[in-house]
């Protein structure tokens, strides 16, 4: 899923809004993510689910 959030290149390093995990669609994005859900919010997905799209090389631990 986040790898294809990568291929697209205006997420990157952005927060991203998705309908579902099982259905990766965006529905909002911004630099925090509270930004991204309120985008998420204003497009009518109230309970949408939040992912950080990193950076190429980036190393994230979690």
Known sequence: MIQT?????KYIGKYVAMEDFDKPKVVGFGNT???AH?????????ASVIAFVPNKNMVQIF
Do not use: D, F, R
Request: hydrophobic share 20%.
């Open 5 to 9: 959030l990568v291929k697209n290149k």
């Open 38 to 46: 309120k985008k998420a919010k204003s497009n009518g997905y109230s």
């Open 33 to 35: 993510p509270t930004e």
